[in-house]
């Protein structure tokens, strides 16, 4: 009786990427093509660990011809499905309704301004794959390519994040994320329009790690997020992470309360000792 041999057959792991839309007509195109070029080359890989099943483009009600080329796209892409928005809700929102609507194994997420390179992907997925962790965040180095004054806010905000706002398990953040299928789902089922992802996340995922990744400059010349749009995803992320702003601003009331009654009793004292008028 001759030995038989059993080949198991390993399905890939299925992803899922999200990029929502809002004034990609200039850029948009070109990272389609460049999510493709990774995707047959996924596929022509011999062990086949993974495999990027779809995109969902996510239009935040573009003005700029974004939803007339995503539906090219998703004509031209069996595997490319729209989503269109009724109105401007903001990346954060649209981000969570592509996750919503998303099958992965696992969710990508990341910009349409081409800042973000898709050949990447495979980084955070050995990241993933070699700590276990179930949310892993690409971490840059020293933003470049926008103004002063945009990059300088940008590390504030990002300090402040870090140091006071968001759980000490999040080293970094960064819209370019890696997330267990399953979890993002979750989040996007029950996470509120005027809620921070990435603080949302917190909630649900404890192993979070990150990947150090190289900075690649967008392929439009002019950002789609003026200082209103960025002081707005600052604000939201205050109001996101509960009760630690609150306690600052209750410690703070408190302070400015002490400073008072002891600068009155110092006038007080000043008026009766030393007959100060």
Avoid at 113 to 137: C, F, R
Avoid at 255 to 266: K, M, N, P, R
Wanted: net charge positive; hydrophobic share 40%.
């Amino acid at each position: 009786m001759s030995a038989m041999t059993n080949f198991k057959v390993t399905k890939p792991k299925s992803i899922s990427i999200v990029i929502p839309v809002y004034q990609g007509n200039l850029t948009l195109q070109t990272l389609v093509g460049q999510i493709s070029q990774v995707r047959d080359q996924m596929k022509s890989r011999s062990d086949r660990a993974y495999s990027i099943d779809e995109i969902i483009l996510v239009d935040d009600y573009s003005q700029d011809g974004s939803s007339k080329l995503i539906h090219e796209l998703s004509n031209q892409y069996a595997w490319i499905t729209p989503i269109w928005l009724s109105r401007n809700y903001g990346q954060h929102a649209a981000t969570l309704a592509g996750m919503s609507s998303s099958r992965g194994e696992w969710v990508v997420t990341m910009d349409e301004d081409g800042q973000h390179a898709p050949n990447d992907i495979i980084k955070l997925l050995e990241i993933a794959a070699t700590t276990k962790a179930e949310l892993v965040y690409a971490e840059f180095g020293d933003i470049s390519s926008h103004r002063n004054w945009r990059n300088s806010f940008s590390k504030l905000a990002k300090l402040i994040a870090m140091k006071i706002l968001l759980p000490k398990q999040m080293k970094r953040f960064s819209s370019f994320r890696l997330i267990d299928g399953e979890l993002a789902r979750t989040v996007s089922a029950y996470a509120g329009n005027g809620v921070y992802l990435d603080v949302a996340l917190t909630w649900v995922v404890d192993n979070i790690e990150t990947c150090k990744i190289d900075n690649r400059p967008e392929l439009r010349q002019r950002s789609g997020y003026s200082f209103r749009t960025l002081l707005s995803h600052f604000w939201r992320l205050v109001l996101s992470s509960g009760t630690r702003p609150l306690r600052a601003v209750t410690f703070l009331g408190i302070g400015s309360s002490l400073l008072a009654i002891v600068g009155g009793l110092v006038v007080l004292y000043g008026r009766v000792a030393n007959n100060i008028p």
